[in-house]
């Protein structure tokens, strides 16, 4: 069966990885975009590697002809799978629907409808036919295709904190270079303020593997030991510092207490705060809002403290490392995990064969 596949994030690629361990050697083929280690891609999520609306807006001649390649490429597929990131999916769902009307198009990982834009919901319900949604809450956003089909975490991540504690602080500057450029050097000072007595961890994305490491991070990563496996540094970890991102989620859901930071150019976090109008961005914050029945993302309730922009510096840093009640954070970790239920994977493969 030929597949066209459109992966344009590095954690959407991950979940690609273990979905495809749920098919037989030569039972499928790929097409399209997705990581070099799971095929031979048009494209790979190095060259979608942008952040921010200034970033994106130069890039857009070249997500056009993307579009194009890939709208040729679906007539010779059987069935079309789009994983995350909606600007570029959305317009590409509805060339592929109009040009070939009776290809299956199938969306995994779905536009958060709920933190903006809810109007995508009709749009994606009318060009895609079976809507994959990993958020328990998200269903409720459309008439009929969505179905909560679990989380891709719950395939990839092996094993579960048992108790409190740990060793070695877990650095994690994202995987945008962007994100790593702003995020990494208040990292590396943090470590180096507070932390000097600590085993110091960076993990860093699979997809940078093979790359220069200093050349992408600086002369400070020689402070840090290098991990490319995620799982098992939060899993031995006593805390972790981490970008915002799926990561944030997976340290949550390992049970390894974090602070989520970020920051981004002003113009972005400008246009960010005018459209989308959350109290939290951290996944674990918005699940954990709709576990107590509020409006996710914009509750009372919270699991583990946000730094912004501003707030975003290594004072603030360490004062939530010391601040964080960690008996506290453990127990909600069992509730997220409780609520998510199962993975992912078995059904969107179910999906494909049917």
Not at 101 to 107: A, E, G, N, T, V
Not at 278 to 284: E, R, V
Request: with cysteine.
């Amino acid at each position: 069966m030929k597949i066209l596949v459109s992966a344009l994030e590095s954690s959407s690629n991950e979940h690609l990885k273990f979905l495809l361990k749920e098919f037989a050697q030569d039972e499928i083929e790929l097409f399209g975009i997705f990581d070099t280690s799971l095929g031979n891609p048009l494209y790979s999520p190095k060259d979608f590697s942008v952040m921010g609306f200034v970033d994106i807006f130069k890039k857009i001649p070249f997500f056009l002809k993307v579009q194009k390649q890939m709208l040729e490429l679906a007539k010779d597929v059987d069935k079309i799978l789009l994983l995350d990131s909606s600007s570029f999916h959305i317009p590409l769902a509805k060339k592929i629907k109009k040009k070939y009307p009776d290809k299956q198009i199938i969306y995994y990982i779905l536009p958060q409808v709920w933190a903006w834009k809810p109007w995508r919901a009709k749009v994606v319900e009318k060009f895609c036919d079976r809507l994959g949604a990993i958020l328990p809450f998200e269903v409720e956003f459309y008439q009929k295709k969505a179905k909560y089909v679990g989380h891709p975490l719950l395939d990839s991540i092996r094993n579960f904190k048992e108790t409190i504690g740990g060793e070695g602080i877990v650095f994690m500057p994202g995987s945008r270079l962007s994100e790593i450029r702003t995020t990494f050097p208040i990292f590396s000072q943090l470590a180096r303020m507070y932390f000097s007595d600590k085993k110091k961890i960076l993990v860093v994305p699979k997809i940078y593997m093979h790359m220069d490491l200093i050349e992408l991070y600086g002369d400070a990563i020689r402070e840090f030991e290098i991990s490319y496996d995620a799982n098992t540094s939060l899993l031995n970890a006593e805390f972790a510092f981490i970008c915002s991102g799926t990561a944030t989620l997976e340290s949550a859901l390992i049970g390894t207490p974090f602070v989520l930071a970020y920051k981004t150019k002003w113009i972005d976090y400008f246009i960010y705060k005018s459209l989308i109008k959350l109290k939290y961005i951290g996944l674990a914050n918005i699940f954990f809002n709709a576990i107590c029945k509020e409006k996710a993302g914009l509750g009372k309730s919270w699991m583990h403290f946000e730094l912004i922009q501003k707030d975003f510096n290594v004072e603030q840093l360490f004062l939530a490392y010391q601040n964080t009640n960690r008996n506290d954070f453990f127990a909600k970790s069992k509730k997220i995990r409780e609520y998510l239920k199962f993975g992912s994977a078995k059904t969107i493969a179910q999906w494909i064969r049917d």
